[in-house]
């Protein structure tokens, strides 16, 4: 029996939409192993990652990324995907999960969307705001101007064009009002800068979706957990990968990557505002913090249905169950 026949047992009123399945977690809840151990034991998953930082090739130790081995025998879309030479934003995240999502279901398979970039999660779910594109003439004559001009001359240009919006970004934070005077000068005068219109592609109305949370009851387990992990990354060479990276592709704080948890602390530690003996407990503060900040988004999720970090099995049962997957594997 189809999987896509299947399906419509489930609900009669759902027939006509697909599944898609999300697994949210803050950080070092486990949500790699669940999502393998899901595919191994439904074969008709793939599974696409949804993190911000993990997309870039290189950050490695940084993103925790799973290993190559790992990746090879179960791989992850969306990994890997670009290099630290561009800038991989929400849209880019936004259109290539899309694709993915629709391809895969053209291959008669599920999508399983993992990881803990909740923004990215957010817009899938809910659609998102139709911007312009970068455009990289724009920001090269707006770079040119911060150079020149001093980047406070721009900050006053957008309070002038949008005050709410130079309200809410830093004078000094450059990639921020770089993007919000591109959307101020490049977004079609057709639509309010203040209220644009959503794109039609939201998977929540378009799709069936069925989310999933790893939450931890125990918040010293996921604690723990974190800072056993913090301690492995930091040995097996964070500093040194993020000198690499910074060298290699000639980085400037203000990139996505960089401002990221553990390389933001990395990067300190290269520009001599940390010592490199603090990056263990600087890190680990950040990402324990990450790790609230992942909660407090899940705590208010709509519709998810949320499991314990040693849950897993009951977790499965519950995703079997509503997806019907034993009829056909």
Known sequence: MKWTKTLSNINSLQTDKLPV?????????????????????????????????????????????????????????????????????????????????????????????????????????????????????????LERRIRLEGIETLHAELYALNPESARKIKPQDTQRLIRALEIQHLLPNTIETSVVAKTSLQLNRDYHLYEYGIFPQDRSILHARIEERQRSLVQAGLLQEAKNLVETYNLVPDHPAMKAVNYRQALQVLNGQIKESDLFEKSLFATRQLAKRQCTWMRSWKNLKSFDLVDRNKASKHLKKHLNLHKII
Not at 35 to 62: L, R
Not at 99 to 126: A, E
Request: proline share 5%; hydrophobic share 45%.
């Open 21 to 141: 399945i999300f697994l949210l977690g803050p950080t070092a809840s486990g949500k790699t192993d669940w999502a393998i151990a899901w595919q191994k034991e439904f074969t008709d998953i793939e599974i696409i990652s949804v993190d911000s930082v993990m997309v870039y090739k290189g950050c490695d130790i940084g993103s925790a990324k799973p290993s190559p081995e790992i990746l090879a025998n179960h791989p992850h879309h969306l990994v890997d995907q670009t290099t630290l030479n561009n800038i991989f934003s929400v849209a880019d995240f936004y259109e290539l999960a899309h694709n993915l999502i629709s391809d895969i279901h053209k291959r008669h398979k599920i999508p399983l969307l993992v990881g803990g970039s909740m923004m990215y999660f957010n817009v899938l779910k809910n659609g998102i705001y139709s911007l312009p594109a970068a455009n990289k003439a724009f920001r090269e004559m």
